[in-house]
Structure formats: structure tokens, C-alpha cells
């Protein structure tokens, strides 16, 4: 089941020629759009499906600084206030707002790791809140329990799912930018070593920079040009229920259960961490190099079945460039949900809240996280296709980076001051080992 998304016009003619193509119309792919088109770059944005269809749609809306990684937290605090200036910039709602994020614990050892990230974050000018047990059980009433502790980050927010990749790529036609849905980018092509066009199943592009933000299927699209890209994806199945509970917190996490309020008044339920690995020949392939991550991550995970190799995501094929490639016969990608997850989770939440009890499951879905090897997005120009910037491996956290993320790529195609240190992001890192360095989540 697709989960809720608003569905925007795009047109049918491509452009012979752009100043920058960008791949991929998930969160990241649309803020590159935005912030290139904003810089009158003449820019066309190609989606295989629809627009925001796959995890930019399919995710929680957590736009967080919280327990953010250090390689990435300059980008998460630029975000948030990328995310406010979009919205006044451009008049489109993504549904963003600051209303803080909240995680309530009884376990010691939890509390003892936020209060060591909240004394880390201090030290680069992020303020979150410890609380103790009377401050925790206040502020989560709703629970009608004690609890032992948590922690409250006031300038953390939230954006609406459904909303947010169409409403910046309505922006993007707005500034003139051209956007292509319905059409998948097949392969690339290059001159003297560099890349020279974006072949579509529509047509050329010719042009001399790209974007990869292609999200699960960055890696098999750098495949058929021989550029390895280690890359990963855990299905991860989560559910929505409608409006008429009354007093719960916007967002709020715990062990046991997320629960985030949605732009229509209903709540997402999910359970952080918890997916489906799903075998496949590329993640044999890279399974030496997910090592680390796995290790980190097992307690969480459990074995899947074929969705994957079914999905043709992580193919291992090599496709012509004249052909239907998998990208076409699977327009957008939406693997069943793992039923017993599903139930728990709707189980858990309304034991955590009974006043969800006054709502009723309004949608159920899946949808594929694509992970590198450390846990950190891959954002650089390929030392081996130059011209070709890659944006994927998002690794569960993009949503509330995207606009950061974005503005990190127009600032590398265009040459500016980057918005932030670009070497932790660069794709050239993962040919090294992993070991040590996978993140926090
Ligand atoms: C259940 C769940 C919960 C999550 N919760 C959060 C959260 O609360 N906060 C957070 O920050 N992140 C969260 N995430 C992660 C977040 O959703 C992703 O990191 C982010 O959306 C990735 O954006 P993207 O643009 O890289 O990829 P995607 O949104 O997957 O977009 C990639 C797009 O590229 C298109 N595409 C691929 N190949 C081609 C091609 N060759 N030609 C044309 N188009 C192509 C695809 O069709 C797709 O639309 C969650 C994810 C899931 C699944």
C-alpha cells in the first residue's frame, strides 16, 4: 500500500539540453532541483515514477538534530532553517514546523547515552533538554505512566511527508526549472572521460553535470559505468491512524514506539530500527563491507524473503540504454509490509496511548532505507565519472537533512562556499574500511 502522498502535474517534453540534470525526485533530488533553478541554472529533474513516491514519502517527517552523528549534524542545524526559509522563500507548505522533539526512557544506560550527546551538542551550540523523571512523566502525560527520564530538543521539528518533495517541486517549476515524472534515467553518457549526457527512456539530455539522487538505486545505476558504490537497503514497515486523539505529543520517541503527528491530524506509528533485510545478489556483494554496520544493527533486524530480489533495485545486471531496465518495471518501489511488525506496532502504540483507541488505521506501508557502509550520505563529484555528483546512501535520516543536502549539491555544481564541510559526505571515504566509524543513530 503506497503511503499518502500529493500528486503533482509534470510535462512530457524533455529538454535537448540542461546546464545540470538531476536523477531521482526523492527529498534530496528536489532540493538540488530548487536550490540550482534558484541560482538560474537551467535545470531538468527526471523522476522514473512519481515525485517524492519512495522513502521521501514513506518516512516518519523527523527533521532532527537530536542524536545526530557529528559527520552530519552542521548539516541537520542548517537544514532546520533551510527548511523555514524554503517555505517563506517560495509560499509552498511542506508542513514544516519547530515543534520539538521528544524521547521518553526508563533505562539507564539510554539516558546516560543522550545526556552524553546533549553535553557533546552543547559544545557546538545545540541546546537540548535532560529530563528527569518528574519532567519526564509531565511532559508525557499521556502515557499516564512514570517514567525514569528523556530528553526534549526544542528546535528540532517535523515536516509532512506527503507534502514536502511536492511542494519544493513545485517550486522548482515556479523558478522555470523543467520536471520530467514518469521517466527514468537509463545510463549516462561521456566524452573524453567526463560526462557528457543523461540518456533517458524519453530521450537525450545532453549535458555536462548530473546528480545521482536515486536513492535505493544509486547503486546498480553507477554499475553500468563501472563505479562501485556500496550500497544497502532494510525494509522498514510502519503505519498511519487517523485524527481524534487528543493530547498526544507532536512527535515522541521510545523504545517500544514512535508516534508523529501528520499534517491531516492522524499519527504515524513505527518502531525505530526495526526492519527486514531482504537478500540480493548486490547485498552479497557488499556484505563484507556492511560487516561493521550489521554487527551494530542485528538486534533490530531480521531475515526478509524475495521482495527484493523481486523489487530489481539492487540488480546486478547490466542494462543497454535502448531497452526497458528495471528502473521501468518497477516505477515505484513498494514492498509489502511485514505484517507482524505492522500489528505489534499498532499494539504497542495504543498501550502507550490509549487514546489512540479512538482512531482507526487509515494506511500501512514499507518502504526500502538505503544505508552506506558508515551510515553517513555519500555527496561528492565521482573521482571516476567526473561531472557525475552522487547524493545517495542516506542511511534512515535524509528527510530532515534534505534541504541541506540539496543546498550542499547546488553549492558543488556551481562552485560556491559550501554550506558545510563537504569531505565527511564524499563518496571516495567508503573505498576504505568501515571499521570504527559506522554511525549513531
Ligand atoms: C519508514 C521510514 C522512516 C524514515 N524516517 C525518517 C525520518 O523521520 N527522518 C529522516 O530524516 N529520514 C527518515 N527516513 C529516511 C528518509 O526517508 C530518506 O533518507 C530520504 O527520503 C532519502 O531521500 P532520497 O531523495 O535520497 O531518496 P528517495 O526518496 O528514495 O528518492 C529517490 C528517487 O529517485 C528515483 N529514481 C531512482 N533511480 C532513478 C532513475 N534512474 N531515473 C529516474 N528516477 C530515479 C526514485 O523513483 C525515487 O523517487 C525514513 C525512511 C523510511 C523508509
Not at 128 to 154: N, Q, Y
Not at 360 to 380: K, L
Request: glycine share 12%.
Amino acid at each position: 500500500m503506497p503511503a499518502p502522498l500529493r500528486h503533482i502535474e509534470t510535462t512530457e517534453t524533455l529538454p535537448a539540453s540542461a546546464d545540470v540534470v538531476v536523477i531521482g525526485g526523492g527529498i534530496v533530488g528536489v532540493f538540488a532541483a530548487y536550490y540550482l533553478a534558484k541560482r538560474g541554472m537551467k535545470v531538468a529533474l527526471i523522476e522514473k515514477g512519481r515525485i517524492g513516491a519512495e522513502q521521501s514519502s514513506r518516512n516518519w517527517g523527523w527533521c532532527r538534530q537530536q542524536n545526530r552523528d557529528a559527520r552530519e549534524l552542521p548539516m541537520a542545524t542548517k537544514s532546520l532553517d533551510l527548511w523555514e526559509r524554503f517555505a517563506a522563500d517560495s509560499g509552498e507548505d511542506t508542513g514544516f514546523r519547530r515543534c520539538g522533539l521528544f524521547y521518553l526512557s526508563n533505562d539507564e544506560a539510554e539516558l546516560a547515552g543522550w545526556a552524553r550527546w546533549r553535553d557533546f551538542a552543547r559544545t557546538v551550540g545545540v541546546t537540548t533538554h535532560m529530563l528527569d523523571s518528574a519532567e519526564a512523566s509531565e511532559r508525557g502525560r499521556a502515557t499516564g505512566r512514570i517514567w525514569k527520564g528523556g530528553v526534549f530538543s526544542p528546535t528540532d521539528g517535523i515536516a509532512d511527508p506527503a507534502n514536502a518533495a511536492p511542494a519544493v517541486a513545485r517550486a522548482i517549476m515556479a523558478l522555470g526549472g523543467s520536471m520530467h515524472q514518469m521517466c527514468a534515467a537509463r545510463g549516462i553518457e561521456t566524452e573524453g572521460g567526463r560526462l557528457s549526457a543523461v540518456v533517458t527512456e524519453k530521450g537525450t539530455i545532453r549535458t555536462k553535470l548530473a546528480v545521482m539522487a536515486g536513492g535505493a538505486w544509486a547503486s546498480s545505476f553507477c554499475r553500468q559505468f563501472g563505479v562501485r558504490f556500496p550500497q544497502a537497503s532494510v525494509r522498514s514497515s510502519i503505519l498511519s491512524v487517523s485524527a481524534g486523539a487528543e493530547g498526544l505529543p507532536d512527535a515522541l520517541h521510545t523504545a517500544a514506539v514512535s508516534v508523529t503527528r501528520r499534517g491531516d491530524g492522524g499519527y504515524t506509528l513505527a518502531i525505530s530500527g526495526r526492519g527486514r533485510i531482504d537478500p540480493t545478489a548486490q547485498q552479497l556483494r557488499f556484505s563484507r563491507q556492511f560487516l561493521p554496520m550489521f554487527l551494530r544493527r542485528w538486534k533490530s533486524l531480521s531475515p526478509g524473503g524475495l521482495e527484493g530480489i523481486r523489487s530489481g533495485h539492487e540488480s546486478l545486471t547490466r542494462w543497454r540504454l535502448d531497452e526497458e531496465t528495471p528502473m521501468e518495471r518497477m516505477r515505484i518501489l513498494d514492498p509489502a509490509t511485514d505484517a507482524s511488525t505492522i500489528r505489534l506496532t499498532h499494539q504497542r502504540a495504543l498501550d502507550l496511548f490509549p487514546e489512540l483507541r479512538k482512531t482507526t488505521i487509515t494506511a500501512a506501508w514499507a518502504g526500502y532505507i538505503d544505508s552506506t557502509p558508515d551510515g553517513v550520505p555519500a555527496i561528492g563529484e565521482l573521482s571516476e565519472m567526473p561531472g557525475l555528483i552522487l547524493a545517495a546512501g542516506f542511511s534512515g535520516h535524509g528527510f530532515g537533512i534534505g534541504p541541506g543536502a540539496g543546498h550542499l549539491i547546488a553549492d558543488l555544481v556551481t562552485g560556491e562556499e559550501p554550506l558545510v564541510d563537504p569531505k565527511p559526505y564524499h563518496p571516495d571515504r567508503l573505498h576504505a574500511s568501515v571499521w570504527g566509524k559506522v554511525a549513531n543513530f
